[in-house]
């Protein structure tokens, strides 16, 4: 049996990043880890080629060759998922699909063959059973959520790794929050599974071996989730791996922000490896807080637990929403305060949408403010629910939020107030030939043709002064910027 593994292009949005990577010469951010997943499930003798469309292209003589193509996307892939599973119909390929987008769409997609929706460790074998005979049904939908310490390390070997900027693993799945619009919980449970310290050692041994020696991105939506586990069992067998064999690879996950509540916690993050973390602050008012259930954000001084993370060695970048319905029009001003004073300087706001399955959506349904589809693209401004502020308030508020977040003046200022806070440990790095391309191209792009240039030699400069030992995350940042306003200009 021939199959592809078909991963859709992403838009050109914020976690794209698609003008950044170029610094370095790469095509991509991540790999498609669900995929890879998926392949390592898949019987031993298939033939399998991925094509991710982000880093290549699907070719005619691709399509003559497969049996069969499977395909998991995301929400925000909607537009190149379809167009690929056009082609495979055209040249008489079965789809098999799933992942989110497939999994929370699924009445849209009558046009796939096979959807296999839910966690492919439960659902996969079934499916397989009887495609292989030749029976395959159009829906298999899992029932629970599978035990994740029976999930096989990922197929790497299909990988063009020197596309990518970082490699992929996952730890756990869950979440223990119950945020109202969030679809986490949804997909995967309010129970977090984790693996055990062997197979994440294992997984990253394979990427070792395969000669990966950059970042790793932990993709858990809620890395601390099973705290107790993580500080008792993971996170010790990680530093005592690092330190037994020298690994030098370095890690950035997705956690709540009451991680800085825990002091332990966070110094053995960063003695694991750990170097920048995501969190989900969505809004500085209690009011909005409360109303989306984020009540652990609700129980602490934001920017005081933001400090605390970037001062023990964790940068922090962020996510926050716009419309809510206990917001007004006041609320934008208030985010752009919140988020110069804290030195967020990757800060991600949306306006908010309601995924199918989430409180929200079943809530904007029975309130009939539900419209449209989600876009699952952050900064286009879109909306599938009808909000309490003026729709029309709400989307010249959001660009001007954008627009200023993101503006050289606001933006640079954001990266000294980071550089200042942030006291990462000391460690040697190699000489990188990569990275002294990255500082020759913003020396031309950012440097030379950017609006921003004074800004950019500003900042270097300051920072050969002042943080001379940060110089590198400093140039990483002015290069986000970059693609972080040719996004904002194209939307």
């Known amino acids: 049996m021939n199959a592809l593994l078909l991963y859709p292009e992403f838009p050109d949005t914020f976690w794209s990043f698609k003008h950044a990577v ?75 699909a799933g992942g989110p987008l497939f999994t929370e769409e699924s009445e849209q997609f009558s046009d796939v063959d096979h959807l296999v929706l839910g966690e492919a460790e439960e659902i996969l074998p079934r499916f397989l059973a009887d495609f292989m005979a030749g029976s395959a049904g159009h829906i298999y939908r899992a029932s629970g959520f599978p035990d994740v310490r029976t999930t096989p390390i990922p197929r790497w070997d299909l990988l063009e790794m020197r596309q990518y900027v970082a490699m992929a693993v996952q730890f756990s799945r869950g979440c223990p929050y119950d945020c109202e619009f969030c679809d986490i919980t949804v997909l995967f449970g309010r129970r977090p599974r984790v693996k055990t310290p062997e197979q994440m050692i294992a997984e990253l041994d394979a990427l070792w071996r395969a000669g990966w020696r950059k970042g790793i991105f932990f993709v858990d939506d809620n890395f601390i989730g099973n705290r107790p586990y993580l500080k008792e069992v993971f996170l010790p067998a990680l530093i005592e791996w690092r330190h037994s064999t020298g690994r030098t690879n370095y890690f950035f996950t997705e956690a709540t922000l009451n991680l800085a509540d825990d002091e332990a916690l966070v110094r053995q993050m960063v003695a694991a490896g750990f170097n920048w973390v995501f969190v989900g602050i969505e809004t500085p008012e209690h009011e909005g807080l409360v109303e989306c259930n984020k009540l652990q954000n609700t129980r602490r001084d934001l920017l005081q637990s933001v400090r605390i993370l970037q001062n023990a060695g964790l940068e922090v970048q962020a996510g926050f929403i716009v419309g809510f319905d206990s917001d007004t029009p006041s609320i934008f001003k208030r985010q752009l305060q919140f988020i110069q004073k804290s030195g967020i300087v990757t800060a991600m706001v949306g306006v908010l949408q309601a995924f199918p399955g989430t409180r929200l959506y079943r809530r904007m349904q029975a309130e009939g403010r539900l419209k449209d589809v989600v876009s699952g693209d952050n900064v286009d401004g879109t909306t599938n629910i009808v909000p309490s502020m003026s729709l029309e308030v709400l989307r010249a508020g959001h660009r001007w939020l954008v627009n200023r977040i993101y503006d050289p003046k606001h933006y640079y200022h954001r990266v000294r107030t980071l550089l200042r806070e942030y006291n990462p440990p000391r460690v040697k790095n190699a ?34 002064f002042r943080r001379p030992r940060l110089f590198s995350i400093g140039v990483k940042h002015a290069i986000y910027g970059y693609h972080f306003r040719k996004v904002c200009n194209n939307k």
């Open 22 to 96: 170029k610094f370095i010469g790469r095509k991509a951010a991540l790999p498609p880890l669900g995929l890879l997943t998926v392949a390592a499930m898949l019987p031993e003798e298939w033939n399998l080629r991925l094509v991710d469309m982000n880093v290549s292209k699907l070719t005619e003589d691709y399509l003559a060759w497969a049996d069969c193509a499977f395909m998991s996307a995301m929400v925000v892939q909607r537009s190149s998922a379809k167009e690929l599973i056009a082609r495979c119909n055209a040249a008489k390929v079965p789809v098999i």
């Open 431 to 464: 000489f990188d030939l990569q990275h002294f391309f990255a500082l020759w191209r913003s020396f031309l792009y950012i440097g030379i043709l950017g609006r921003e240039r004074l800004y950019y030699w500003g900042l270097l400069i300051w920072m050969l």
